[in-house]
């Protein structure tokens, strides 16, 4: 791929699995980082730049440092390894403490109701989850919540990367002594797509998602490495073919053996590039039960201009998809208009009620109408369908 358009590498439009080389990755992973090139940084530990939090404060207390160390750790996550680790995040640890135990709380009341959150990537059980923690805290105790989400140092990286109006979710993960490493992967968005679904998208798309979020950790425990904290790969956001190379078993050998975990003490966060492989780690301790606040910041821009009610406009046009079916249409012009009518993305939902069962996403809209077509249903199965759908990403209740 010599040839360049704009001074930018050439690229097919798509990508397939074809397109992934072990060897071209391993070349990309070389990449080395530079600690003179960030200049707020403490160091580098197993290629991961390491920032102390008070040394960004300080940095960033006027505008013009505040647009520095921005930059900075913007170009730490898109030039550098993909990853930093902020030390020292929260200097507070009695609000660390006092959102952790709404964390448990949550934990044991789901468990008493039967409820096992499953994992996009491990298997259920195999360590504790908290969907949609963020909601639950702001409900349980607004007081923790505001005091928690005050930090400065998390809204500070989420500017970096995503600029103003960004939306934070959280979901909260505990791995307990022999408690299972997830599969290395990629995140949200094309992360969670199948490959064959992951190959109809433009390979421009594949460079675009990663800076439509931001993944951290908040570390709610010390996190030595024999309690497994997130094993990371770093650089490897840069391999343009990565969403679709990371379950080919051979990438997943080289991530094996070569990636890298750095311990974390309570307080401290990492964040990272969604591109980036990366998985949390076996928990061999015998007594640690290692807690993360997963957080997820999106941008402001993933959402449409106007709101529409999509599953009125399914059960409306549901009947007429069926009759022209029923006259001869064919399947693509009657797949043109489902792609127009029914969200056909199955985020952003209510994991809780909608987990992804037999795979990493649960149902979109569109796939129910699909399947609605496909299997002859009734309007009237149809709109239970679709209310059943809407009801599942309800948060409340």
Known sequence: MKDTIHGFPARPLRLSEADCSVDEFADVLASTTDLADYPHAEG????????????????????????????????????????????????????????????????????????????????????????????KLALRDPAAFADYYGNDVIA?????????????????????????????????????????????YPAHVHLLSPVLTLQGAVAHSDMPV??????????????????????????????AEHHVQLPL??????????????????????DIQRMANLLQVSSGFGRAMEAVDRGRMSKAVYPVLVARKES?????????????????????????????IGGLTPLSQADVLHEALAGGWTSERLDAAIDAYTERRRTDG
Do not use: C
């Open 328 to 356: 001869g249409v064919d399947a693509a012009t009657l797949g043109h208009a489902i792609a127009a009518t029914a969200e056909g993305y199955p985020f952003p939902t209510n994991l809780d009620r909608d987990q992804p």
């Open 44 to 135: 580098v530990e197993q290629g991961v730049l390491v920032f102390e939090a008070a040394t960004l404060r300080a940095a960033a207390a006027t505008p013009d440092g505040a647009i520095e160390v921005e930059g900075e750790l913007a170009r730490a996550l898109s030039d550098g390894p993909g990853i930093v680790v902020l030390k020292g995040a929260f200097t507070d640890h009695d609000v660390v403490d006092r959102v952790t135990a709404v964390f448990d709380a949550i934990i044991e009341d789901e468990r008493r109701a039967g409820t096992t959150p499953g994992d996009h990537f491990a298997k259920p059980g195999a360590n504790s989850r908290v969907w949609n923690a963020l909601e």
């Open 226 to 255: 024999e309690s497994g904290p997130t094993m990371y790969l770093p650089h490897s956001h840069k391999y343009v073919p990565g969403y679709l190379a990371w379950r080919l078993p051979e990438f997943r050998e080289h991530f």
């Open 265 to 286: 003490a309570k307080g401290d966060a990492a964040f990272f590039n969604p591109a980036l492989f990366h998985g949390a780690g076996n928990n061999v301790s015998s």
């Open 156 to 200: 500070m990286i989420s500017r970096a990367w995503l600029g103003p109006g960004y939306q934070v979710t959280s979901q909260v993960n505990v791995v307990r002594p022999g408690g299972v490493a997830q599969d290395p992967h990629r995140d949200y968005h094309l992360g969670f797509l199948a490959n064959d679904v992951v190959e109809q």
